[in-house]
């Protein structure tokens, strides 16, 4: 073990060497944007709305605390990526604070406090984690799952939830386009209407390069509640029996998977319940 940590060691240094002084700066720059952002580790047998829209092979590794593989992107693509994320972040807590002035411009809407919403309307299985900036987290013993709400607005005294997406210019024109949002932003939509009640959702499409808005309008009907519960039932059901889902048909989903290999050694397993995806 020494030996291997010597040889590793040295081969960083090696790598150092080879830098020019503005190179290095940039490497270690985005290596420590990474160290002091680290990924949310997904905790196992708990789902992310965020990500009910993938492949439910994708989604049954996840929860059952399956290893990721080791990713070949680059340090400064990565590091990027996650600079981009903390900017998001800064992003929504000023997008918020806006939310909560627009009144005083002639809209009727109110700002409503989420732990507040939570406690007094007491959705079922719903309560506040912890409050994080504006956001706050919650937790949803029916979708089995812990999640940011970015926030929640009266307006014309209807209750909408609010959910922000900041974007690059090519996302957000393929939404200003279609105008609608992205296919995977309903899902989580649909997730976050479950754990509230809430079932208009506002979307704040914004653009990483200019700062402009787009807003979506969404209704979420029964069905769509239906669809997204029944599809983490059936993928609680494979962990149960311990047999894994099929593999989605949609080879769009694996671009961005993290068990590419592991699927493949999986190959094909039949589907057990209806209306696989």
């Not at 073990?1 to 985005?30: C, G, N, V, W």
């Not at 989580?188 to 807003?215: D, F, K, P």
């Not at 029996?241 to 999986?266: A, F, G, H, Q, W």
Request: a positive charge; hydrophobic letters at 30%; charged letters at 25%.
């Amino acid at each position: 073990m020494a030996t291997r940590l010597k040889s590793l060691a040295q081969a960083i240094k090696l790598e150092a060497d080879s830098k020019s002084l503005p190179e290095l700066f940039e490497h270690t720059y985005y290596k420590t944007v990474m160290a002091t952002n680290p990924p949310r580790i997904p905790k196992v047998d708990m789902f992310s709305p965020s990500s009910l829209g993938k492949c439910s092979r994708e989604i049954f590794y996840r929860i059952h605390g399956t290893e990721p593989e080791p990713s070949t992107t680059p340090v400064l693509l990565k590091g990027s990526w996650t600079a981009i994320t903390d900017t998001g972040t800064d992003r929504h807590e000023r997008i918020q604070g806006t939310l909560t002035q627009m009144y005083a411009q002639g809209m009727d809407i109110t700002w409503i406090d989420v732990g507040r919403y939570i406690f007094e309307k007491k959705p079922e299985g719903t309560s506040v984690v912890e409050r994080q900036g504006m956001e706050t987290k919650l937790l949803s013993t029916i979708l089995s799952a812990r999640f940011l709400c970015d926030g929640i607005v009266i307006i014309d005294g209807k209750y909408y939830l609010i959910e922000i997406k900041t974007m690059n210019e090519r996302k957000w024109s393929k939404a200003k386009q279609s105008r609608d949002i992205l296919p995977q932003h309903f899902t989580q939509g649909v997730a976050y209407s479950v754990a509230t009640g809430i079932n208009n959702i506002l979307y704040i499409y914004e653009n990483r390069n200019n700062s402009q808005i787009a807003v979506y309008e969404k209704f979420i009907s029964p069905t769509n509640k239906k669809a997204v519960l029944k599809k983490i039932k059936d993928i609680q059901e494979y962990k149960k029996i311990e047999k894994i889902p099929p593999k989605t048909t949609d080879i769009t989903k694996c671009t961005y998977c993290e068990y590419k290999n592991k699927c493949v050694i999986d190959g094909y397993t039949p589907p057990l319940f209806e209306e696989e995806s």
